[in-house]
């Protein structure tokens, strides 16, 4: 099974999120482990790296495909949880060197293709990918039709030269999505404001580089027991506009161009001393940004500036970072981690021209008007750390771990920079449709506590594999039991708002800003898989999110509400020839009453406090000799209305509202390899 993380959207960092690309495409031969007995440092950081709570971003790089699920992407339905791709796994993962897939989906009469080759020797490995997707409008569970749609290709090549004890591994992706079709946006009161709620442009270009190259050895020197060595590319560039796809007249024509490059790098050794495991290393980042909105309301011009998202954003972060391992005893370990990081920020552009309506000024200006400083530079010195506790149990059937640490974010070029001004005053909306950054914004300081732990039943091996003699239903002692927490305390969050002349803000004007406030998040994950017989699986997984404002005393924006996903599988052999499996998942999402919806006294980012719902998913799947299969599936089987309260957005907008998911879809994967 594949979940969402319990932070949500606020997880996924453009560029960063790619940063496992390499391992996810190439196996490599080393890992975190040592070349002699003792402790073991782990494979991922220990101080995780933030990233903007609730941030909009493009469809996600990878997967390429998943198929486990219905085919394409789907924004509207961002399930927690989706079932694992069962008797299809064998087809995809065998060793013949071609695979093709192909899918349909009713959901906007959704197709997607996909080839991919590899070729292996005992020291070298290449693989290609490609995929195809093209979606369009789709109707919800009452028939209304939605307005959606993409046409998307993406293209991944990987090398590898594996000998003994190293790895060289070259990742490249390229990724492009046209013709994305949002909902369109009207006019609105929410709370007696007037705003414009939905989307105001579509992006109709999407296009993305990612390259990654790594290099790891395990060397023998001194106390030296391996050293790794990264670079790592990503490149972005947007077109989002309101007349190409959606019916717009010439005066109130606009575009956006956004783009971004971002070079990054790592190096690290790890060694070994005083009967310690070490690992000490140097990263840096350097995102350079560009933006400029042309055209608006009354404009009447493609040319003219009126904008800019990001003006001449320049964000260079260095770092040092260091983790020590030690057992305490066999079955319980220590890990410590800490990290530095110096931040230097500008904006190269802050000082050109900008104009719309009755507005004439600078990103300057606008970010004066609002905070009282023109200042654009920013420096920063932030310092994390971490503590981890490890315990085993029962032949290391159970485990358990506490970390507790302060992590640093820095504000990314969005929350800084970002300048859109609008005409005050010339209509209902006026200054309510400006969205204004903020350079001065202090970075955000978690103190965070995650405690979680597991035990597998005596019989357990994986989901939907059960061995002999391990009891049946209720007596199987095949089962897993998984339970994660995490309690977050920030200073100085940095929350989307709008202003209202709170402290530290000039204008109670409704523009949205971003601010520094404090707040408490919190969530709870409880997962319980169980093979009843060798026939008969079944999985629960229950996820909670809690949030506040604490600063004022309201609830946080982007906290998906308590959700529950049942699973239920049969799966048996066919004959001889090959396997096959039918279930179904009961999906329950409770109401969210906790919402930042007021855009008077809050933020109004959130759409609306969503009803709860429940949706029932049915799917089969069969396969022959592991080398073809083929899935079929009805999502939303009794064609009900509704709407996720946090959906996947695409685009930066202030006040996105809430979109229909699909209604009954029926739909059909085939796979097959040669």
């Known amino acids: 099974m594949i979940t969402r993380p319990l932070l949500g959207r606020g997880s996924f960092k453009f560029g960063a999120a790619l940063a496992g690309l390499a391992s996810a495409a190439v196996a490599s031969p080393t890992s975190a482990q040592s070349n002699t007995a003792g402790p073991t440092l782990p494979a991922e950081r220990l101080v995780p790296a933030f990233s903007q709570h609730d941030k909009p971003s493009p469809y996600p790089v990878l997967p ?10 789907m924004p509207y339905r961002q399930d927690h949880v989706r079932p694992e791709p069962g008797v299809l796994g064998p087809v995809l993962d065998s060793a013949r060197p071609f695979r093709f897939g192909a899918g349909y989906s009713g959901a906007g009469d959704s197709k997607e293709m996909f080839a991919q080759g590899v070729r292996r020797t005992a020291n070298h490995m290449m693989m290609g990918t490609v995929g195809v997707e093209t979606a369009g409008g789709y109707d919800d569970g009452d028939g209304n039709r939605i307005r959606f749609g993409y046409d998307r290709h993406t293209e991944q090549l990987v090398f590898g030269y594996l000998p003994a004890g190293r790895a060289l591994k070259a990742v490249m992706v390229h990724d492009r999505i046209d013709d994305a079709v949002l909902p369109l946006a009207a006019p609105t009161v929410q709370n007696g404001v007037a705003l414009i709620g939905g989307y105001g442009a579509d992006p109709v270009k999407t296009e993305r580089y990612v390259a990654k190259l790594s290099y790891e050895d395990k060397v023998t020197f001194a106390a030296a027991d391996q050293v790794r060595v990264e670079l790592g590319y990503v490149g972005l560039d947007r077109v989002a506009n309101n007349f190409a796809l959606r019916p717009t007249p010439a005066p109130n024509r606009m575009k956006g161009t956004p783009s971004a490059d971002i070079l990054s790098g790592t190096a690290s050794v790890d060694f070994r001393a005083a009967g310690l495991a070490h690992r ?69 552009k802050a000082d050109e021209a900008m104009r719309i309506g009755n507005f004439s000024g600078t990103p300057r200006d606008l970010y004066r008007l609002y905070s009282g400083s023109g200042e654009t530079d920013a420096r920063e010195h932030n310092l994390s750390a971490r503590l981890k506790f490890e315990q085993e149990f029962l032949d290391d059937r159970a485990r358990a771990f506490a970390a507790v640490g302060r992590i640093m974010r820095t504000a990314d070029p969005t929350e800084r920079y970002f300048a859109l001004p609008s005409t005050a005053g010339a209509s209902p909306v006026g200054t309510a449709s400006r ?27 994986e989901w939907g594999h059960k061995g002999p003699g391990e009891g049946r239903w209720l007596t199987s002692d095949a089962w897993r039991l998984a339970v994660t927490g995490h309690v977050d305390r920030v200073i100085d969050f940095i929350s989307r708002d709008r202003a209202h002349g709170q402290a530290g803000v000039l204008q109670s004007d409704n523009a949205f800003i971003w601010r520094n406030v404090d707040a408490l998040l919190a969530g709870l994950e409880v997962d319980v898989q169980w093979n009843l017989t060798r026939n008969w699986s079944t ?15 309201r609830p946080l924006y982007g906290i998906n509400p308590l959700e529950a996903n049942w699973i239920v599988d049969y799966h048996d052999m066919l004959g001889t020839e090959g396997t096959w499996h039918v279930g179904g998942k009961l999906r329950a999402v409770a109401r969210q ?32 000799r592991d080398r073809i299969g083929v899935r079929v599936g009805i999502d939303n089987l009794l064609d009900k209305r509704y709407s996720d309260h946090n959906p996947h957005t695409s685009t930066d907008e202030p006040n996105p509202s809430p979109v229909s998911a699909p209604g009954r879809t029926f739909y059909l994967r085939t796979v097959a390899n040669f």
């Open 64 to 73: 390429m495909f998943w198929l486990g699920s219905a085919p394409g992407e």
């Open 280 to 348: 000490l290393g140097v990263d840096a980042k350097r995102t350079a940004q560009d933006g400029e909105r042309l055209g608006g309301p009354g404009v009447n011009s493609l040319t003219t500036v009126t904008g800019r998202q990001y003006p001449g954003v320049r964000l260079l972060e260095t770092g040092l970072f260091g983790e020590t391992a030690h057992d305490l005893s066999a079955d319980r370990h220590l890990t410590v981690g800490w990290r530095y990081d110096y931040v230097d920020a500008s904006a190269g």
């Open 435 to 461: 969205q204004v950054g903020n350079p001065g914004l202090d970075p955000e300081a978690h103190y965070r506590l995650d405690i979680g732990g597991g035990i597998d039943g005596p019989g357990w091996v």
């Open 539 to 553: 999985r629960l997984n229950l996820a909670y999110q809690w949030g506040e404002n604490t600063s004022d005393g």
């Open 593 to 624: 009453g906790r919402a930042d919806n007021d855009p008077s006294r809050g933020s109004g980012y959130d759409p609306a406090e969503t009803a709860g719902y429940a949706v029932l998913d049915l799917f089969a799947a069969a396969q022959l």
